[in-house]
Each structure stands twice: as C-alpha cells, then as structure tokens.
C-alpha cells in the first residue's frame, strides 16, 4: 500500500476546488533514502474486465512475511475527500484456508492464515460512477472509473499490498481484457495489456492505467524525453487529441529550455471527459503525469490548469520553499503560476491579449478589490478551508511578486538576468542542499540571499517580508517596469499594458 507520508501541496482547480495529494521529489528522495524490503517479497495482481461490466476482477498473489496473518490497508485515507472510498472493494475473498477480517472504518483487510509464503486474495473493484452525475468529478478523479468500453484507474486506488513488508518487487497482468483497446500504463509505458509488466517499487508506485475502445494514445518527444498523450474519443465537442498538440510541439520544450532541464525518464497528461455533464475541470499531479478531467470546451483557462499542474514538475517539486509547502505558498503556488504564465506566452499558446487578461482580470483586479488583500501570511493555513478567498490569495500575491521581482531583476541588471536566472541559482541551492539531506527545502532566507544576487539584497528582504509575509500588497505607482510594460490605474486597481517597444514573445525568450 501507498503510505503517503504527508500531502505536499493541496492544488485548487476551477469550478470547484478538490484537496489532493501530489507525489513529490522530496517523497522520491525519501523513498530512495529509506531501507529496501526484502528482496524475496511479491504482489502479483491479475486482472479480469470483459469490457462492459463496471467491475474489475483482481486475484492477488502475495508474499505473507508473518506465519499468522498479513494487514492490507486499501487507498489513502480520505483521498479527493472520498471518505466511503472502501466501499469500492467488494467481493474480497482469502485462499481456501485463510480467514477474513474487514475493518471498514479503518479501510483495513487482515487476512488470518497458519502460514508465512505465498498466498492469493480475490478482490473486484466496481467502477461505476457512485451517486448522481452531476458534480461527480472528484468521484471520477479519485476512484476508479469502469464504464462501458472504458476503465480508469490509479494506484492509489486500486493496489492493495501487506503492510508490515511492502514488496520488493510487483507485477502486474490482464488474464482477460477486451479486444481492441487503446492502453497506458504510466509505470510500463511501452507494454500491452496482454503482457506481464513489472513494477519496481518507488516512483513506478504511483501509477495510472487506462484501457478502453476509446483510448486514443500518442508519443512525442521533448528534448528527446518521451511524452504520452492520453485522451478520449468520448469527447463529442473537442478534439482533445489536437487540442493538447501544442503542449507538446511547443508549451513543454520551452518549458524544459527554460529550466535547463533534459532529465526525465518520461512524462505523461491522461486529459479525459467525464461522464458528469456539467462544464467542470480538475487534476492532480501523480507520479511523472498529470491526470485532469473535463467537460465542456477546452478554453484557455483549462490549458491553464494543465500548464500550472505540468510546471509543478519544477517549482512545488524540485523547489519548495519552507518546512511545507503551505508555508510560503507565495511562491510554490505564485511563482510557479508565473513561470507557466510566461511560458504559455513564450511559446504562443497564450497570446498578449490572454496574457493581459490573465494578469488584469483574473490577478490584478480580484486581489486589490479583495477584502482579504492585506492577510499575512500565516494567516492563510487557518483560513484556508473557511473562506475561498484565502485559497487564491497565495497565487495572486505571489504571481505579482514573481511578475514585480522580474522586472526589478531586468532593471537592476540592465536587462542581463531576469527571474529565470533567479530561479536556476535556487534550484542550484536547492539541489546543494538535497546533497546533503534528501529532506532538504529551501528557506525563505535562502530565497532572498539568491534573489539577492540579481538586485540589491535589502530591497529583497524588505519585499518578502513586507509583501509576501505582513501581506502588504505591492504599490504599482511606486516602483518602475521595463520599458516594454506600463500601468494605468483603474481607480485602486493597477492595470497593466504593452507599450508595444517589444513584443512579448521578446520579453519572454530564452
Ligand atoms: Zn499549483
């Protein structure tokens, strides 16, 4: 079973905002850092789907460590918020000399036996869509789904492993699926369905599987890293195949050339439509991927969604700032909306009118009409599942800092670093650090020391604390932008502007 050790980041996603997980650098550092079971301990999982039913046979052969029985704990607690998650395990039944104990309320399975060695426990997952469709998406973020033709399904939800030995190695295998289907799995992205895929504990944990007649799966490559793309034809009103083209062509090669970054295995976006019918869009960062769900069109604001999850890869992942990452979310949360912002920009997927937009209206005006404007900090955690207002404040406030500092940088330096420089010299910080102690983050200390070198040091230490710790919000008529920019006012709120000197695809190159 997955232990996921903490929750570092809680994402928030348009119309409607959903508590998740994602899998962190720092959790595969710690992983890597933490003893290795023994080496002679399996789960091997077959799997049964005839195609239509919305359940999922599993016979599970595993390694029983203890003579007397093996604990199994099923899906994260609480994870999405499915709080009945258990309730998707049905039919579990133990080899024919073993015995069964359910404790639903601890999602716990414990199977009593006479024998350590090998022993088999059959399971069904039923994936139907639990409750009315509307507003179903975290149901259909974080359970399985099996629907006609179609099966959803990640390893959050799904493995079941002994608790007291995680085993050193997993395999994993239909015995029986339909014919013709589009299939990924995230752990084993070149196998098939029909064939055994082995799992190596760690990262490859944190899988996502999806198999059905309308699969559509298609490869790229990024800096020669490969890419997969994974959608739906079910999708009547996108062509969401064509749609995410351009992410890949465009939006995640700027991405790496920005980061100086060549250095994944693979990467996937499992984008598909929900069988609620309502406009909605959500996700979570899980594992080398990014899985959202839909519906309705896919305007700019849920490329959106897809290049802020994607861009976490780096700030959130590699780069976080404090003991958590709801400490500073001023910078896990603005900082990383910027660089996908100027990203987007870079590589022509937003143009300077969805640039302004973005800044103006979505950034700019609700945070200085917002009554909450000036909350410090650490006010934020204790507020932030009693008033929405307290969730989007982090990444208003940080993108206008990111944006500020930016050009406080091109400024100072007379155009030789911008806030990529920044970044990169923190990421070298970051990774000094992790050297050291695979648990390291970085400080706030650490932030104004590097941002320090591109400007003057006390201008960075009087910013950070006066308007991302006291929450102060910056004053734009006291402070100058590049030439490229300008800002009006619309009473109390800035509004930005391109004085048109240079096109914003100059401003945002590297
Ligand atoms: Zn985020």
């Not at 629907?147 to 015995?175: K, W």
């Not at 790229?220 to 034809?233: E, G």
């Not at 959106?304 to 959130?316: D, N, Y």
Request: glycine content about 6%; some cysteine.
């Amino acid at each position: 079973m997955i232990r996921l050790l903490r929750f570092p980041l809680w994402h928030l996603l348009v119309l409607g905002w959903l508590a998740l997980p994602r899998h962190s650098a720092a959790q595969d550092r710690r992983r890597a850092a933490s003893p290795r079971p023994a080496p002679a301990t399996r789960c091997d999982y077959h799997l049964r789907w005839d195609g239509k039913s919305s359940r999922l046979g599993v016979q599970l052969d595993y390694t029983a460590v203890s003579a007397d029985s093996t604990v199994f704990v099923f899906a994260p607690e609480h994870l999405g918020g499915q709080a009945d998650i258990f309730q998707v395990l049905e039919n579990l039944r133990p080899g024919p000399t073993d015995r069964l104990r359910v404790v639903p309320a601890q999602q716990k399975i414990v199977v009593l036996h006479t024998r350590a060695g090998r022993h088999t426990l059959h399971y069904v997952l039923n994936g139907a869509i639990a409750g009315p469709r509307q507003k179903s998406t975290p149901r259909e973020l974080f359970r399985p789904v099996i629907m006609p033709g179609s099966l959803y399904l990640t390893s959050a939800f799904f493995l079941l492993q002994p608790q007291d030995c995680p085993p050193a190695a997993s395999s994993l295998q239909f015995d029986q699926f339909p014919a013709g289907v589009g299939y990924f799995l995230s752990a084993a992205p070149r196998a098939t369905p029909g064939s055994r895929q082995l799992l190596q504990p760690g990262r490859q944990q944190f899988w996502t599987m999806v198999l059905g007649t309308d699969i559509v799966r298609r490869e790229y490559r990024v800096h020669n890293i490969p890419y997969y793309s994974l959608t739906s034809r079910r999708d009547t009103v996108n062509r969401m195949s064509q749609e995410l083209a351009p992410f890949f062509t465009r939006f995640f090669p700027t991405l790496r050339t920005f980061w100086h970054d060549d250095q994944d295995a693979y990467y996937y976006l499992c984008v598909l439509p929900t069988y609620n019918t309502e406009p909605t869009a959500g996700g979570f960062g899980w594992g080398p991927g990014f899985i959202m769900k839909y519906s309705g069109p896919f305007d700019n604001w849920a490329k959106l969604i897809v290049a802020h999850e994607t861009s976490h890869s780096w700030i959130g992942s590699q780069l976080t700032l404090g003991e958590n990452s709801f400490a500073n979310q001023w910078f896990g949360e603005g900082f990383n909306d910027y660089v996908c912002l100027i990203n987007l920009a870079a590589s022509g997927i937003f143009d300077s009118q969805t640039f302004l937009e973005y800044l103006n209206n979505r950034t700019l005006r609700p945070h200085y009409t917002s009554a909450i404007r000036s909350a410090p900090n650490d006010s934020i955690a204790p507020n932030y599942w009693r008033n929405t207002a307290y969730q989007r404040l982090p990444y208003r406030r940080g993108l206008l800092y990111a944006f500020y500092l930016d050009n406080q940088v091109r400024l100072a330096s007379h155009n030789q670093y911008t806030l990529r420089d920044v970044l990169l010299a923190l990421r070298t910080r970051a990774r000094a650090l992790q050297a050291k102690d695979p648990n390291a983050n970085l400080s706030v200390d650490d932030f104004i020391e590097t941002a320090g070198r591109f400007m003057p040091r006390e201008q960075v230490a009087h910013d950070v604390a006066v308007h991302m710790l006291q929450g102060q919000p910056l004053d734009f008529h006291h402070f100058p932008l590049i030439p490229a920019f300008r800002v009006t006012f619309d009473g109390e709120v800035p509004v930005l502007g391109l004085t048109g000197t240079t096109p914003l695809s100059a401003i945002y190159s590297w």
